[in-house]
């Protein structure tokens, strides 16, 4: 402000309007709880040196994106995650996707296939095909993508414990359709820690798991180069509850864990640095998402650089995929989930996002419809072509809300990264359940805001109506279940057993040893093994992991 300070213009101009309206002044939290404040100035960045902090995109430390032409050269990937009921109506649903535009798969698995049961096992009984795709062999994986030529389209597969067997699957198919595994690209999530810490699909326990991983890292630098070995995900963190920064800073955590075993484990971190990804949510708070996301970048370059020492600019650069907030559906008025779902999906484009997801305003209720979906794949594509958003880089870089959010956000996420260095490291710290209560204490306020009315949610605790009938809601049929036990024993009945066997045992005995298991992976893949009997190989060798009690 020419010629006066903040301070000055909030007690002379300010202060004498507000006093009129205090019911005004606390009403507006961050996921931290605190407040914003109504205006932003310089005075709120002293001695930032602009050119320092936010150079250009492509160049370090990355805050304002990681490729020198962002948007203007390429679109981010358009993905709608989407998997449910069996392989035939996931592969259904894929290609009209791929009809509509979208760019990228990204596969749902039902909850038997992620903790490693196949439909077979008394424990999957009313879970198959529920909440994502039912994968028991190669068999199901062929079916899946069908008339999808694996070279002409980048994968993403949400999968974390079963991630080896899922991925050994992939690479199968691509052989049998004739693609090179070197041309593959995608995305595996493969990141067990944040299990641990807020999602819970976990089978082994932590430290056997870290091999699988790092094993992974391994076989795809030479055989796999251009796929992503894992997906660092804050997503199902922010999912449980925690604060933005506790997103930022839990998940780079758990990539530093992972980077530091890998290199325990042998390899030079320049090797494999380029080929990690992460995945973040985006909520509600529009500017506050775009900071998070812009203080994320900003964060691990320096980590990596610093930390790591690593040489190669491409090991410094964060690249994510984001999905708009599932928790922030509601089941009333869910046409309000279609705004605020582009919000989200907007916060994520201007924060710098390689990979966007957006979420069905029908979601609360059931998987989403087909009417559902394309609403939402349309959302990414109007942003995309008709806002403007995508047109300059870093629009909001400069702003000083923006700037003094960014700064913010880094300066509390890197607290939280120096205080579990404090306690050992990311494993031991979810080990002594540091990450889990800090989730469930932010979880808990966050909650009272809503129901004190601190918080506003539309529809919810303001502005309500009576619960809509919704009509079309996509249901699963039990018959699909029924089906998927038919093809499991057929391919039980006409697989060469003796080669399953023969596989089966040359797994086992690679995890007991110090040896690569994804060759081995991939041989009982391509024997039609089963998953759920590959998992139990390795529950003999590597035991299971029980829920820690955070008390």
């Known amino acids: ?65 990681i490729q020198p032409t962002m948007y203007r050269g390429r679109l981010w990937t358009m993905r709608q995650y989407s998997g449910f009921a069996s392989a035939e109506e996931s592969n259904r649903r894929y290609r009209y996707l791929l009809e509509q535009g979208q760019t990228g798969l990204s596969v749902a698995f039902d909850l038997p296939t992620q903790i490693g049961y196949d439909s ?17 062999s190669l068999e199901d994986v062929e079916t899946l993508f069908s008339q999808i030529p694996l070279d002409k ?62 094993d992974i890292f391994k076989y795809c630098k030479d055989t796999v180069p251009r796929w992503n070995t894992i997906s660092i995900s804050g997503y199902h963190i922010r999912e449980a509850g925690s604060t933005a920064a506790q997103e930022v800073a839990f998940t780079l955590a758990n990539g530093i864990a992972y980077v530091q075993a890998a290199i325990d484990a042998g390899l030079n971190v320049d090797d494999f640095a380029g080929r990690l990804s992460f995945f973040f949510n985006s909520h509600n708070n529009l500017l506050e998402e775009v900071a998070k996301f812009r203080a994320a970048r900003r964060l691990w370059a320096r980590i990596m650089r610093e930390r790591f020492q690593a040489k190669d600019p491409r090991s410094w650069m964060l690249r994510f995929h984001t999905q708009t907030a ?13 705004v605020r779902t582009t919000i989200q999906a907007l916060a994520a484009v ?39 958003a995508a047109d300059s880089i870093d629009p909001l870089g400069g702003s000083y809300l ?7 956000l880094e300066d509390e996420a890197l607290a939280y ?114 998953l759920g009997e590959m998992c139990d190989v390795l529950r003999g060798v590597f035991g299971t992991q029980r829920e820690l009690l955070v008390v």
């Open 1 to 65: 402000m020419p010629g006066k300070s903040k301070k000055e213009w909030q007690e002379k101009t300010l202060k004498p309007i507000l006093e009129k309206r205090p019911e005004r002044q606390d009403n507006f939290p961050l996921s931290s709880g605190e407040g914003v404040e109504i205006l932003y100035t310089p005075d709120d960045l002293p001695q930032f040196d602009y050119q320092e902090a936010l150079g250009y995109p492509g160049e370090y430390p990355f805050t304002r994106g």
């Open 120 to 136: 077979d096992h008394p424990l999957a009984t009313g879970e198959i095909g529920k909440v994502g795709v039912p994968i028991d």
């Open 153 to 214: 389209v980048s994968t993403s597969m949400t999968i974390n414990a079963t991630a080896p067997v899922l991925l050994a699957m992939y690479i199968a198919l691509a052989k049998k359709q004739g693609v090179d595994p070197s041309v593959l690209e995608g995305t595996i999530q493969n990141d067990l820690l944040k299990e641990y810490i807020a999602r819970g699909t976990y089978i082994f326990p932590p430290r056997p798991s870290m091999r699988l991983i790092t």
């Open 326 to 338: 599932g928790c922030t559906l509601t089941a009333q008025q869910p046409l309000n989930n279609i």
């Open 350 to 388: 201007l924060g710098g996002t390689q990979s966007l997801h957006t979420n069905s305003y029908d979601e609360a209720y059931a998987p989403p419809c087909e009417q559902a979906v394309t609403a939402a794949l349309r959302t990414q594509q109007i942003i995309a072509y008709e806002s403007g």
């Open 402 to 408: 923006v700037e003094k959010l960014t700064n913010n």
């Open 417 to 530: 990264i120096e205080k579990i260095d404090s306690l050992g490291g990311a494993l031991s710290a979810i080990e002594q359940g540091f990450q889990q209560r800090e989730i469930q204490e932010s979880s808990y306020r966050y909650q009272k805001d809503i129901e004190t009315g601190r918080r506003t949610v539309v529809g919810v605790n303001r502005f309500i109506s009576p619960f809509p009938k919704i009509e079309g809601l996509l249901r699963v049929n039990p018959e699909e279940a029924r089906k998927q036990l038919q093809r499991l024993s057929r391919v039980r009945e006409s697989r060469n057993q003796s080669r399953v066997d023969a596989a089966l045992r040359g797994l086992a005995d690679a995890a007991r040893g110090d040896g690569n298991t994804m060759p081995w992976f991939l041989e009982c893949a391509e024997a039609y093994a089963t």
